[in-house]
């Protein structure tokens, strides 16, 4: 199964009409995430093509953060960047009487979480589909994340990830050659 996945849900479908009647539908992201599920074929139809187009895009460490007090922060949060002191000063933050940065502050720091999580998410497909690709995410979440658990046994696969590489691309001039 590919994603984005487009599911109707019709009991009865027209197939001269499509999904313009569906009387709902949800669009699953690359990633395995539900953004949306309704019955509005424009609002649907936007989110399909946001869905399609962020395949391939790196993942993003804001997610749906709307920065105010820590505006400043927007453009440091990349995936590639270590984020070790971001954090470490955000965590300071927590302690502040300003109910408003204390809220954007916690706000930030779960994005930087589930960012974490969906690139481990990430390497653990790329690692047996694309090892090549798995590299290249384990090389920014080790610039990204250095500190963290994981690091030491991402280090220890690049190795046998190369190989596995190396075999696949080898393959595939194989292939290419017998056509």
Partial sequence: MTFPVYYNFS???DPKVG????PFFN???HRGVSV???AGVKDGTEKIVDAIGAIGMPISLCG???FKKFKSLEK????????????KNLEKQLKSKDSNVVAEAQEIISAIDSAKDDVKEDIALYREADPAEAIKLINLFLKTWPKDDSAKEYKDAIAD???AAAEKAKAAKEKA???
């Fill in 19 to 22: 999904f313009q009647k569906a």
């Fill in 11 to 13: 009991l009865d479908p």
């Fill in 64 to 66: 749906d953060v709307t």
């Fill in 177 to 179: 050659k017998e056509k």
């Fill in 27 to 29: 669009v699953v992201s």
């Fill in 76 to 87: 440091q949060l990349a995936l590639g960047k270590n984020v070790s002191s971001i954090v």
């Fill in 161 to 163: 990830l190369k190989k």
């Fill in 36 to 38: 949306y599920g309704g």
